[in-house]
């Protein structure tokens, strides 16, 4: 899963395996450890040294063959391994987290086959109507009904997106945990604003119908009034991704992507985006605090420019991009 350094986004101006069952122990709670052998070729070792690309075979009781990155959770399980090797491992699977481990090599790949296929470059800021037709292009959400963009003028918005027959925990699991958590912390919080809204966009639509997204969102105990899940046609979903600068590719069935979480202010400005996965919940229910308030603040836009915004975003090396009004 790569993380690109820049983001443009529409803002409202929008613009065979062997099962062992175990514990592990995580504060006081028990949670249950699923434990699963794998086979598969090295595709790329992670700058960070942490995580591995694998091409691996079909996981069996658990996910289908695709290209896609594991954690380890020393770096020393990493050592000495190389881009086409191939390997067997120990996948652990736990309710919040997943690594891996016992990596053994068993031969080696030439550099050809070992090619990886690259999604053609992000091809940078393209010039843009004055009113994107996304705005008020019609999406479905979990409920079945026709919604659009313009229909959540006035909200903060955190926005990502996302494959429900995700397997793995700590990936499309936690981008809903978070906004599980972050919706509970708002709406139990004293004083809070209520004109947010939390939104969770599939990138497998042939899936992912409303009458599969309703009950996945039941099983975050979501509130609809607060959090939306939408799907659409796929061409609708893939040109609302590019603008958010979030990539994807289908690997038989299943996606690789990267991650990102948007927080989109009252006013319509991109505020913050996240790059990357893990807990981000307390960050998420902060930003949007600040989002919310956005429309209390002055401000005249020349809605027929594409400009920077010196944001949280941007402060951190983020460039922005938005669609005007």
């Not at 504060?27 to 790329?44: M, N, P, S, Y």
């Not at 090619?115 to 479905?140: C, D, I, M």
């Not at 930003?287 to 020349?302: G, M, V």
Request: glycine share 6%; net charge positive; with cysteine.
């Amino acid at each position: 899963m790569t993380h690109r350094a820049c983001f443009f986004v529409l803002s409202f101006a929008l613009a065979g395996a062997s099962l062992w069952p175990g514990t592990i122990t995580s504060g006081a709670a028990e949670q249950k450890l699923r434990i699963f052998q794998g086979r598969g070729t090295v595709r790329e070792i992670k700058p960070d040294g942490m995580s591995v690309v694998i091409a691996h075979e079909a996981i069996s009781n658990y996910m289908a063959a695709m290209t896609m990155p594991f954690r380890v959770r020393t770096a020393e399980a990493l050592a000495g391994l190389r881009e086409g090797d191939e390997i067997s491992f120990r996948l652990s699977v736990s309710d919040q987290e997943s690594w891996i481990d016992r990596i053994i090599k068993s031969g080696k790949v030439s550099p050809e086959e070992n090619k990886l296929t690259h999604r053609p470059p992000n091809p940078g800021p393209q010039a843009v109507a004055e009113k994107h037709p996304l705005l008020s292009y019609k999406f479905t959400n979990e409920l079945g009904q026709a919604v659009s963009l313009s229909d959540l003028r006035g909200q903060a918005l955190a926005i990502t997106f996302f494959f429900t027959r995700c397997p793995i925990p700590d990936y499309c699991p936690r981008l809903s945990k978070n906004f599980q958590e972050a919706s509970r912390k708002l709406s139990s919080m004293a004083n809070a604003p209520t004109n947010w809204h939390l939104l969770s966009i599939s990138f497998d639509p042939q899936f992912d119908s409303p009458r599969v997204l309703k009950p996945y969102g039941e099983s975050y105990q979501y509130d609809p009034s607060h959090w939306s899940f939408w799907t659409g046609p796929s061409n609708k979903i893939s040109e609302l991704a590019r603008l958010s600068d979030v990539t994807f590719d289908r690997a038989q069935g299943f996606f690789n992507h990267n991650f990102r979480t948007l927080i989109i202010d009252a006013a319509g400005d991109l505020q913050m985006a996240f790059p990357i996965g893990g807990n981000l919940s307390e960050a998420i229910v902060q930003e949007i605090l600040k989002a919310a308030a956005a429309t209390n603040r002055p401000a005249i836009r020349d809605s027929s420019v594409a400009r920077s915004q010196v944001t949280a975003g941007a402060a951190a090396g983020v460039s922005t991009h938005p669609i005007a009004r």
